[in-house]
């Protein structure tokens, strides 16, 4: 365990310094590669939901398997520092706090400029429509997905880390990257999708909470504990609306409303009261607050390495 400990010491100093390397290959690439080829081939006809179902499971189970005879192999067969280096790796490409914070103030930087350019920024990172936005709705959406996916790229990684290994953390991001392209309720994904969009919920329903629990720590306001329960609660999606809901509640504002995905519109419920304008200094605040939540996690996941 004292080499998982100095793997996640590199890979996360790593992903502090340079972010996710735009021009080397991403293992998540590939996950959307191997998503996309299955679902193009048995995403139609009858039997969508159990053809899903058995896409979502198998693609899961390959990457554990996979990773965890990878590694298995490089320690019976080459030095030791080289198992060390691959799980280094492997934590490196798993995290992507660095990548989402500079995309979120891109998206502040972009709408400085002008409304078109701020539509552009947030359509990178967001999986709604984007055309129609408001310069409001694009701060609104930036900071959701910075709440939400420090949830996603960040806590929920490091904590399947802690429970299952380097194996563990790589199958969740295929989880993740399976909810991320088919599990929508629209008509072409709402049968093929639900299992992997079930299997997303199941996998983040712990890490999404002590999300929550420590961002509002960092901010110093455990009092949220109350207001963050209520609100989290009206998310559609059993998880998001809870670090979602902190942030609303440190920043005093309010998230969620209608959207289009795909050209369909979703009424999301609302999380939280104060509908005020947000500014460039939210975003600053927000940002701190994730790297505080993301500080806390490593020296968690770090001393529970230590105990055991």
């Known amino acids: 365990m004292n080499n998982l400990i100095f793997s996640l010491g590199m890979g996360w100093a790593t992903d502090l310094l340079i972010g996710d390397p735009e021009k080397l290959p991403h293992p998540v690439v590939w996950f959307g590669k191997m998503i996309s080829f299955a679902e193009h081939r048995l995403n139609h006809g009858a039997r969508r939901k159990a053809k899903g179902a058995v896409t979502a499971i198998g693609l899961i189970l390959f990457v554990f398997a996979a990773t965890w005879l990878l590694r298995r192999a490089l320690l019976f067969t080459l030095p030791e520092w080289v198992t060390v280096l691959f799980d280094a790796v492997c934590i490196f490409y798993c995290l992507a706090g660095t990548t989402l914070i500079r ?32 310069d409001q709705e694009v701060r609104k959406a930036a900071l959701e997905t910075l709440a939400e996916n420090l949830s996603d790229g960040v806590i929920a990684p490091l904590f399947w880390l802690a429970l299952l290994g380097v194996p563990g953390m790589f199958a969740y991001k295929m989880v993740n990257t399976l909810d991320s392209m088919i599990g929508y309720r629209t008509e072409r994904y709402k049968d093929f999708g639900c299992i992997a969009a079930h299997i997303d919920d199941v996998a983040n329903y712990l890490p999404a909470r002590l999300t929550a629990f420590m961002m ?49 519109i979703f009424d999301k419920p609302f ?16 940002i701190w607050i994730n790297r505080g939540a993301e500080v806390l996690m490593v020296s968690l996941v770090t001393l529970l390495l230590c105990l055991l």
Request: glycine share 14%.
């Open 103 to 134: 995309e979120v103030l891109h998206v502040f930087q972009a709408l400085e400029q002008s409304l078109e350019a701020g539509r552009k920024a947030v359509g990178r990172i967001v999986g709604r429509d984007t055309a129609q936005l408001s």
């Open 216 to 264: 509002i720590l960092v901010a110093g306001r455990p009092g949220l504990t109350g207001f963050v329960w209520r609100n989290g609660r009206r998310h559609a999606s059993p998880n998001s609306g809870y670090p979602e809901a902190a942030l609303a509640g440190i920043l005093n504002c309010r998230f969620g409303g209608p959207h289009y995905y795909f050209g369909e």
């Open 271 to 286: 999380i939280g009261e104060n509908d005020r304008a947000l500014t460039f200094s939210d975003a600053r605040r927000a």
